[in-house]
């Protein structure tokens, strides 16, 4: 890319060279010269066009230094809006000097954009031996910082990721109080389902944050990062559950009272309270045995996950490894917590599993046991879950929970000094407060000379902040094929006005940053999805999330929420991983550098994953997945996680190669696994959940195969006059859980304009979810489906459907095959004619023939799913159909057979009862819903086993004649009801005559 750059720009320049032979200027004559300063300033519009420069980047000035031999051409600082590289900055300094030609041969030209010569504003990262490396903007001491948080019950290090580094990062805006209005809302408009508030944050919880803590960092966000809308809080000051547990060895030794901490004496906060500031905590020393300890042992309202904050108060000689166990369903989890730092506010410490009720292995435990005598552990509040909100605003609760809201909500809740932090406008104006806030929080943590901005000295928390990223969209409409696209946004000034950082590095290190980050998401957004994806400016703006942190940092606008195409992209779950795998790797990237160390870029997930039953032994295997966009991306060893029933998963066990056995499996229990990759930069994401567990009536297990790995945005169509996003045909599916979907589309007319943000035109999108948690693909249906199998009587086992088409496990060695096809269907990509196909097709060719095979072999398999007959049907010949109709004896009558989702058995042979059960057809945060069953018909001699109540549709359709098939047009995990499951299941396996 940079050749061809650099050739087209030199082929440019060819035309503009004078012929014939100059003159070489011994001294410059100011009339002639100023005649050639207005040629070029007219060359250079052309000039700009090729460089694609904004229109914003003009000359400034053009002077010469006849003393010095020098002509020094000084652009506008919005000239150097593109990437810079060698290369280019060679192109544009031949271009000018050949524009002056030969007679101005003896005089040096310097270039400027505002005051930086062009070269300087390369980034270190992209220099090569021939550009000196710019020192100042490198960290003065590279030396290890402390470090706040480990987790030592994780079974690898990461050397060469982001361990020791503390990154910010904030999702955009949040729910908000209106001070003029008097009431709570978004600060941008509901648009194409979503809201910017929230809509960023689809990117960064299940995306992005977790990216960079499985390269090693701790990450600090200023919203409230849980989407758990349950809250408990247990605290010394306010123990209503008698959950607080002090523990001493010895009747001497007390725990004493510190007269700061935390506490809510009221259930809601009102302006300039401190809850940090309106209770009291518990301390004591340390011993090199453990003499003294304090639980918390909540009681949970129901089941579900939970993430774990602690807090404490720091004194000069805290313990700088406090021991915390955290006890939860998976197991227990340690923690070792420099409690040196970090004190007065919540420590993430992760998400975990708790069952409902109070149970006394559901704990968090801080131990006083030490390497060193006479230190302090401390003990204040312990919050799982994120709750509702609870700051007040003119009386006004927000009624929302507070991942909804704003940072300044948050922040208050944390403990952050008020007129330092989150309100700097005297409580008159909550808008300008939350977005001044964010980075405010990270200046805090961090701590003198980095503190906020009105007082740098403040002491702080303490916490060194490497970077820190604001995430967000932005507005702009096109109506041709290509995407606003991605904006990156630094500022070289501070606050005020200063170029360099509290320690004296220089802030071009955020333009490093910025350009590294951005050029990371274009390359690979073009590689992935779009080669016309836009790269737009690369801004050295004073935006208050830009300037204000006293740390590198930068202001993402990745793509416009008010443009269809974009959006196309930002509602695709597919996109959503790439674009944060992005932004994660330019990080790594440019702290690589600014540290000094060889960076590794974490795997990707594992693939064709089985596990299968050999006796009462456990043996997994999978594939690695290189990644052709990351050479250092390879793996070098595994993790296996382990869950016993409804249980969490624990820690996970370290395995050097592509399989695992697990022995002694207790007969009765069901044992669900998934595999991350690991290397030295970190830990990929895990694959999907497969389950095994043994019955004590029947030893040889079925088969259940998982064919659901589809996530995919709405449907969506686009005229004219008509452009939007159809849920109706198909609402897409989440990854795992979707938190930003405000409400279906309602205005479809491109030409429709913006009033207000409350009437936004085009893409104006309903209210009636944008509380709701919706839940998607969450990976994890092979533990339905084999706990029907095994209340049943049936052993089971499981594998990916990558793994039984391509895999070399014979399929007939199992009797009976359970196919879950879920959502899954051909999806297309967000653009046509790019980088990437079609997926998810339900059942690949490769399936289609050992399903065949297996059933000439006189197998016997059950299949359900929303679209198994709309995607054969699909196929662009009729192989489909024929496979349909041949193999699997039925037909597609109807792609949206039922809205209630109310089934009912017709055939005697099926269920002697004429039982009727329901499925899922709502949003909810426990299963996905389906909005288009199949309408099924029998053919070439099946029969129809059961209908939709609301129209009398065949639901689902079987023969059985030694093989036999059986097929629902309804996925069956969405069944509603446990006991229900398993009597569909029991007819399934009678009708089928399963021994």
Known sequence: MKIRFYHYITGFLLLIIFSGCAVVKEFIEEEEFRTKESEF???????????????????????????EKKIIIRFTKQFASIPLREENVKAINDSIINFWGEEYSLYQFEIYADKYPIEQLIPNYYRTETLEIDKSRMPISIERKPTLIKNISKPYSVTNGLNDKNILLWHSHGWYYNNQEK???????????????IGPLNFTIPFLIPMLENAGATVFVPRERDAQVNEVIVDNDNDKQKAFIETTKTKNLKWKTFDTGFAMKNPTLKEGENPFRMGTSKYIETDTVETASVKWNPEFPETGEYVVYISY????????????????????????????????????????????????????????????????????AVRFGGGMGVVERDGQLSKRAKFLEGSRYWLQFAGMPDTLVYNLNNSKDDYKDDYQSRAEYGNY???????????????????????????????????????????????????????????????????????IVQTQIVE??????????????????????????????MLLELLSHQNFLDMKFQLDPRFKFDASRSIYKGILKFLSYQYGFDYVVQPLPVTHFSALLIGNKAVLSWQPKEDPLEPTATPEKYIVYTRIDEGGFDNGRLVDSTSFVIENLEPGKIYSFKVTALNKGGESF??????????????????????????????????????????????????????????????????????????????????????????GNTFDFTYTHG????????????????????????????????????????????????????????????????????LQLGGKIFMSGSYIGTDLYSDKDSSGIKYANEVLRMKLKNGFASRRGEVY??????????????????????????????????????????????????????????????????????????????????SILDYLEVK
Not at 48 to 54: A, D, G, M, S, V
Not at 468 to 477: K, M, Q, R, Y
Not at 738 to 745: L, N, R, V
Request: aromatic share 12%.
């Open 686 to 775: 895990p694959s999907e959940i497969l389950s095994v567990g043994i019955s004590k009536k029947n030893t040889q297990p079925l088969l259940v195969v998982n064919g659901f790995d589809r996530v995919a945005p709405p449907a969506s169509f686009e005229s004219p006059t008509f452009m939007g996003f159809l849920n109706f045909i198909d609402e897409g599916v989440p990854y795992l859980y979707d938190y930003g979907f405000t409400g279906i589309q309602f205005n479809f007319d491109p030409n429709s304009k913006w009033a207000t943000d409350d009437n936004p035109g085009h893409g104006a999108s309903a209210s009636d979810f944008e509380t709701k948690i919706i839940a």
């Open 524 to 553: 690979d957004l073009k590689s992935l999805y779009d080669s016309a994806w836009t790269r737009r400016q690369l801004m050295d703006a004073m935006y208050s999330e830009a300037a204000r942190p006293n740390f590198p940092s």
């Open 787 to 854: 706990k029907a199998l095994l209340h049943n009587g049936f052993s089971f086992c499981s594998m990916s459907d990558e793994a039984a088409w391509e895999g070399n496990i014979s399929l007939s060695q199992y009797q009976f095959i359970d196919f879950i096809f879920g959502e899954e269907k051909k999806t297309m990509p967000p653009k046509l004619n790019g980088p990437k196909e079609v997926e998810f097709q339900t059942i690949p060719d490769l399936l289609k023939e050992k399903i065949k095979t297996y």
């Open 41 to 67: 300033r007219n060359y250079y519009q052309e000039l700009r066009t090729h460089l694609n420069i904004p229109s914003a980047g003009k000359i400034d000035t053009i002077f010469y230094n006849e003393d």
């Open 313 to 380: 108060q720091s004194f000069e000689d805290s313990e700088e490894e406090a021991i915390y166990l955290v006890s939860h369903a998976g197991g227990q989890t340690e923690f070792r917590i420099n409690q040196r730092i970090g004190g007065d506010t919540w420590i993430h410490l992760g998400k975990f599993k708790f069952n409902k009720g109070k149970d006394k292995n559901q704990f968090v435990l801080l131990s006083n046991k030490s390497k060193t005598k006479g230190r302090i552990v401390s003990a204040d």
């Open 445 to 515: 943590l961090y701590g003198k000379p980095f503190g906020p901005n009105r007082n740098r000295d403040e002491k702080g928390l303490g916490i060194p902040i490497d970077v820190s990223l604001a995430f967000h969209t932005d507005a702009g409409i096109t109506r041709n094929d290509t995407v606003i696209g991605t904006l990156m946004i630094y500022s070289t000034p501070a606050l005020d006005s200063s170029e360099i950082f509290p320690d004296g590095v220089s802030r071009l290190a955020n333009r490093d940053l910025a350009d």
């Open 905 to 986: 058995s017709v055939s005697q042979k099926f269920s002697k009862n004429n039982s009727n059960f329901t499925f899922n057809t709502s949003f909810g945060d426990k299963i996905y819903k389906v909005e288009a069953p199949d309408q099924l018909g029998p053919i070439n001699g099946s029969e129809t086993l059961l209908r939709y109540s609301e129209n009398e549709f065949s639901a689902a359709v079987g023969f059985s004649e030694g093989r036999g098939a059986v097929i629902f047009g309804f996925p069956f995990e969405t069944i509603n009801e446990e006991s229900r499951r398993n009597e569909v299941m029991k």
């Open 183 to 197: 009431r709570w809302m978004w600060q941008r408009a509901r648009l194409f389902q979503t809201v910017e508030d």
